[in-house]
């Protein structure tokens, strides 16, 4: 079952994120899909601050940015990438050795090995450019079992 929340802000976006890192567990991926400007760096930052991290960059140029926090963090761009393979970029490794895996830009994948754990869709207003629609949805059962037992109601702080 896939949850939906609408954002009116960076702040909230990054709130939610936060709310969100309450679900991961060593080896997650999370797949962040939506166009450019929809809030998917802005959600990893609220992310890993509730994970312990105070500093978020894009991955834009590196590709991948490691984030040693409470259950450390990849974070993969592939914006700038045609087609690529998740064990060329050695996301597997990530995954395997119990790094949580978070990916923009997913399509650019053309395999993953498993998927344990969210795809989340981010979508803009045409009307308002700070609404933002944020779908979440849970890719294997022990996913959506944590993410359902998740206190969702005061995510907005």
Avoid: C, Q
């Avoid at 709310?19 to 809030?39: C, D, E, H, Q, R």
């Avoid at 050795?97 to 045409?126: A, H, N, Q, Y």
């Avoid at 849970?138 to 359902?148: E, G, H, K, M, N």
């Amino acid at each position: 079952m896939t949850f939906s929340i609408t954002t009116t802000s960076s702040e909230e976006t990054e709130s939610f994120g936060a709310a969100f890192a309450k679900a991961l567990t060593p080896g997650s991926i999370v797949l962040l899909n939506g166009t450019l400007g929809m809030g998917k760096t802005t959600f990893v930052r609220g992310m890993l601050k509730a994970l312990g991290w105070r500093e978020v960059r894009s991955p834009s140029f590196t590709l991948v940015n490691e984030y040693d926090s409470t259950i450390p963090v990849a974070h993969a761009d592939l914006y700038r990438l045609e087609k690529v393979d998740f064990r060329e970029l050695g996301l597997d490794e990530y995954s395997d050795d119990g790094w949580v895996v978070v990916i923009e830009w997913p399509e650019r994948l053309t395999s993953v090995p498993k998927l344990e754990g969210f795809s989340v869709f981010f979508k803009g207003d045409e009307d308002d450019a700070f609404l933002r629609t944020i779908e979440v949805d849970p890719l294997d059962d022990v996913s959506r079992d944590l993410f359902d037992s998740l206190d969702l109601e005061d995510w907005r702080h």
